[in-house]
């Protein structure tokens, strides 16, 4: 079974230029994470998604971050401009069925390293 | 507020000791918690869930354990090998918002 794909790996972008990330979750999973790591620390949510309902993007910096889960599959994050602080990695993770602590189990993709310049 | 704790933040062993790393919650009132593990410049990979309800969760030659009255989890890695090197974090779910909350991990260097 193939695990939570996410791409590009590395993006390295001058600041002020828009950038997107990608993430195909398991199948099967309807919640979808997107976080964000920096070096040396944990990762942070940005948002979450169950099925297409974005039901938690309280830690999303809605003035330049944007995500979209158009058909409860796959999705998109955005950041449009981009500025120096924003390089970290970005992560997507994708669990069963957050609602059963049977199925809540969290799967991370290989991450987006972004480098702002 | 809940906050995790790991401890130690770095360890460094010979091949072939049996090892154990700490993780510490502040709020008892957790829904489970999560071992991963993180090789440099990769992804997490989930190790072990522990549900509320239960004590431990065994997979190869790791062990999780979860004291949920102390506030403790620990993973207990048998054998280490080289292989084994990378750093472990733990993280709790608490609440019905399901937010992952972090430890700051523990860097394991298993030496030859």
């Known amino acids: 079974e193939a695990g939570v794909v996410q791409s590009p790996r590395y993006k390295i972008i001058e600041k002020k230029q828009p950038v997107a990330f990608w993430c195909n979750p398991i199948?099967?999973?309807?919640?979808l994470y997107w976080y964000l790591q920096n070096l040396g620390q944990g990762p942070e949510l940005l948002i979450r998604?169950?099925?297409?309902?974005?039901?938690?993007d309280s830690q999303l910096p809605k003035d330049r971050f944007s995500a979209e889960r158009l058909k409860g599959v796959d999705s998109t994050l955005k950041i449009q401009p981009a500025e120096l602080g924003d390089s970290a990695v970005y992560l997507c993770?994708?669990?069963?069925?957050?609602?059963?602590?049977?199925?809540?189990?969290?799967?991370f993709g290989p991450g987006t390293r972004l480098t702002v310049l | 507020k809940q906050e995790v704790t790991q401890i130690p933040a770095a360890l460094s062993v010979p091949e072939g000791e049996n090892l154990v790393l700490n993780c510490s919650f502040t709020?008892?009132?957790?829904?489970?918690l999560q071992w991963f593990r993180q090789d440099p410049g990769k992804g997490l990979t989930s190790l072990l869930l522990?549900?509320?309800s239960q004590r431990e969760q065994t997979s190869g030659r790791l062990n999780a354990s979860l004291d949920k009255s102390s506030g403790r989890s620990t993973l207990y890695i048998a054998a280490s090998q080289p292989g084994d090197s990378a750093t472990y974090l733990c993280?709790?779910?608490?609440?019905?918002?399901?937010?992952?909350?972090w430890g700051l991990g523990t860097s394991l260097a298993v030496n030859p």
């Open positions: 993770a994708s669990s069963l069925d957050p609602t059963d602590r049977g199925h809540n189990e969290q799967f």
């Open positions: 199948s099967g999973h309807n919640t």
């Open positions: 998604y169950e099925n297409e309902e974005a039901v938690d």
């Open positions: 709020d008892s009132a957790i829904y489970n």
């Open positions: 522990i549900q509320s």
């Open positions: 993280a709790v779910i608490t609440g019905n918002n399901r937010k992952l909350i």
